[in-house]
């Protein structure tokens, strides 16, 4: 199976900020590579695929880098309603999630 | 719009079994597939298992393959997920998710969920 590993766990941060998460694969998984945004009791909300295609209707503040087992999801100015947890998932070989980063108010 | 609904909430006994089920709507059901995700309290998303809407084929997560049948009722537009003995371990929000395949790759990234459904697994 493909660990994935997401840092950090929890990050604080202010209204405007430039926010990066980091998520890292235990193999190569070329960009077979999602970014996802949980708010509590809510389904998660697909951002990212492909490691750097922005999903449609998701705001362009949001974008992804990265290939083979080094990732990141950068939010450009963070707003308001991007507080948050943040899940990469690898979709190489079969589906595997990070354990989540969480975006509170700082 | 793409819709997924699911089922209500369910509580079962350990060693039942239970069975989610996911109406889509707003698009060709048999075009996409169906994903299944779980999330136990305060714990990150865990990919269960897929089924191939079009032709019914599957495939699920080392994980669950024993307990674990997901079917789909085409002219229902409808996806379930059955899981059987279960355990406490099992309790958790249950989310249909609709997946996109990308050639090459070998899974789905997945775009559009359901709202989720809790199954508590308690005596």
């Known amino acids: 199976d493909i660990q994935m590993t997401q840092s950090p766990s929890t990050l604080s941060a202010s209204v405007g900020d430039r926010v990066t998460i980091t998520c890292r694969a235990s193999?190569?998984?070329?960009?077979?590579l999602a970014w996802y945004q949980q708010k509590p009791g809510k389904a998660p909300k697909l951002l990212i695929y492909?490691?750097?295609s922005l999903e449609t209707g998701v705001p362009s503040r949001f974008s992804g880098t990265g290939s083979g087992t080094e990732f990141t999801l950068t939010i450009s100015t963070l707003q308001p309603d991007d507080f948050a947890t943040y899940y990469c998932q690898q979709y190489n070989s079969d589906s595997t999630f990070g354990q989540g980063t969480k975006v509170e108010i700082k | 719009q793409v819709q997924l609904v699911q089922s209500g909430a369910e509580v079962k006994t350990p060693g039942a079994s239970v069975k989610v089920s996911c109406k889509a709507s707003?698009?060709?059901?048999?075009?996409?597939?169906i994903n299944w995700v779980r999330q136990a309290p305060g714990q990150r998303l865990e990919w269960m298992g897929w089924?191939?809407?079009?032709?019914?084929?599957?495939k699920y997560s080392q994980k669950f393959q024993a307990r674990i049948t997901i079917t789909r009722d085409t002219s229902a537009s409808t996806a379930s997920m059955e899981l059987s003995s279960l355990r406490s371990e099992d309790t958790a929000v249950y989310y249909c998710a609709r997946g996109i395949w990308s050639i090459h790759s070998a899974s789905y990234y997945l775009d559009s969920w359901g709202q989720g459904t809790l199954v508590t697994v308690s005596t």
């Open positions: 089924i191939n809407a079009g032709n019914g084929h599957t």
């Open positions: 193999q190569s998984i070329s960009s077979w």
């Open positions: 707003g698009y060709t059901f048999t075009n996409y597939a």
């Open positions: 492909k490691a750097s």
